[in-house]
């Protein structure tokens, strides 16, 4: 009982992470936050939310690079440069960052993912400046000491064997999904392959760091207790002397799937685990939200379709769900189950493809169309009133696709929202031939 507790949990953390989709146009006419927008002549972007509401700010740079940029030799890359980063400058010691903004009652982090690596610090307004220095210091001046990298490595590639290869969902997820695309970033999950983590050298990732790190490749987001335009001449003082840099990603061709791809894994786990990878158009697709929708119907609400079928009526899963990617490249969306038991798994996706088929011949009812309408509208009631929220899906509609105003077309998409939209994307993408199908089940001889 405790694998399955820590699986759900495991689940419902993946869902929080890689849900960013159903934002849209402004149905609570005075509702949403504002933001100025500023931009330095070295292509530098700024976006300020102004929340005087408490004395706080969170600073953000935001790079245009992730794992969906890195080609196989040098996969998570992306990752060991977050960690580089903290290695220090010749004004910074390393770990000084964490220091300087503890003293001053702050906090400071950092994240990588598929399509963009992330860097903050939250501190009291009127220490602004110094976070501020801090990312203009570490975007052009990062000293990276052979020692000191040597050890980050081995911490990257124990942090692989802790949270992925020692993690018997992450690793069937790498496993899959690395059966769906043979040559593209998704190839690899964020962290990269072990073999490359182990080749990482100071000359790779010091190249990967003065290509990707520049002024033209990075957006600033400030939210909090600001003035504006007083951000603006901050950003000037650090950021303005800055040049930009010729950005080089790689072109993939990833060859179109004709026909559904099939992988079994075993793994050691007492619950077995269903994966459905759907391939779908980059983030920004009109299509996107539909497909949100279609999954909140199909899954991922308590009364949805295959929940109320396969796990309160037949009794054959114990949970369920799904969530398009929506990154800047075409990905996938994933639909999971997890079985009651291995000699389920047949059923269950039986049982899901008659579901999938059925709205596909059928379509949707309204009653369910005008739930999901009221419970899209519910999470930008709740992103509006969260300004951190907020900042988070203005920057990755910015960085993403270069349209911080994406989540208004969304919503307007969502409110004029046909039963003939949610068929339609049911059959042009959740087809066999369009998906890669993985049996996570127990290793054999497993007793432990």
Not at 71 to 86: K, R, W
Not at 270 to 299: C, F, Q, S, T, W
Not at 360 to 379: A, D, P
Not at 426 to 444: E, I, S
Request: aromatic residues 10%; proline residues 4%; hydrophobic residues 35%.
């Amino acid at each position: 009982m405790r694998k399955k507790a820590k699986f759900l949990i495991l689940v419902v953390v993946v869902i929080f992470v890689f849900n960013f989709s159903v934002f849209g146009e402004d149905l609570i006419k005075d509702g949403f936050a504002d933001y100025e927008k500023y931009q330095l002549d070295n292509g530098l972007n700024i976006y300020v939310i102004e929340d005087h509401s408490v004395p706080l700010v969170k600073f953000e740079m935001w790079y245009k690079v992730g794992s969906i940029d890195e080609p196989e030799g040098i996969t998570g890359m992306s990752h060991m440069l977050e960690h580089t980063m903290f290695l220090g400058t010749d004004s910074l010691d390393k770990d000084a960052v964490h220091h300087l903004i503890k003293r001053v009652g702050g906090i400071a982090n950092a994240g990588t993912y598929y399509d963009f690596t992330m860097y903050y610090e939250e501190v009291p307004s009127a220490k602004l400046e110094l976070a501020m220095a801090i990312e203009a210091d570490r975007m052009r001046n990062l000293k990276i000491p052979e020692e000191a990298f040597k050890n980050e490595r081995s911490v990257v590639r124990q942090e692989r064997r802790r949270t992925l290869e020692n993690n018997f969902f992450r690793s069937a997820w790498e496993e899959i999904q690395s059966k769906a695309y043979k040559k593209s970033g998704l190839h690899h999950q964020i962290i990269g392959w072990g073999e490359d983590i182990e080749n990482y050298n100071v000359k790779k990732v010091r190249n990967y760091y003065e290509t990707y790190y520049a002024p033209n490749n990075a957006y600033m987001i400030v939210t909090g207790d600001v003035n504006p335009d007083e951000v603006y001449e901050m950003a000037e003082k650090y950021y303005g002397d800055y040049k930009k840099s010729k950005i080089n990603r790689p072109e993939w061709n990833e060859p179109e799937q004709k026909k559904e791809r099939f992988v079994k894994v075993e793994k050691v786990t007492r619950l077995p685990v269903m994966m459905g990878l759907y391939k779908m158009p980059r983030g920004n697709h009109e299509d996107i939200p539909v497909i949100g929708a279609l999954m909140d119907i199909l899954v991922n609400n308590p009364n949805s379709r295959i929940k109320k079928d396969l796990q309160k009526k037949q009794r054959l899963i114990v949970q369920a769900g799904g969530f398009p990617m929506a990154l800047r490249s075409p990905s996938y969306t994933l639909l999971y189950s997890i079985p009651m038991s291995e000699e389920d798994m047949d059923k269950v996706k039986e049982g899901i493809d008659k579901h999938i088929n059925d709205i596909i011949e059928n379509g949707v009812t309204e009653k369910e169309l005008k739930v999901v309408k009221k419970s899209t509208l519910k999470q930008i009631v709740f992103m509006q009133k969260d300004k951190s929220n907020f900042s988070r899906t203005i920057a990755s509609n910015i960085v993403r696709f270069g349209n911080p105003d994406l989540y208004k077309r969304n919503l307007k998409i969502i409110n004029n929202l046909s039963v003939e939209d949610i068929q339609r994307v049911a059959k042009k993408y959740f087809t066999k031939n369009n998906r890669t199908l993985g049996y996570v089940v127990p290793k054999k001889n497993n007793n432990k």
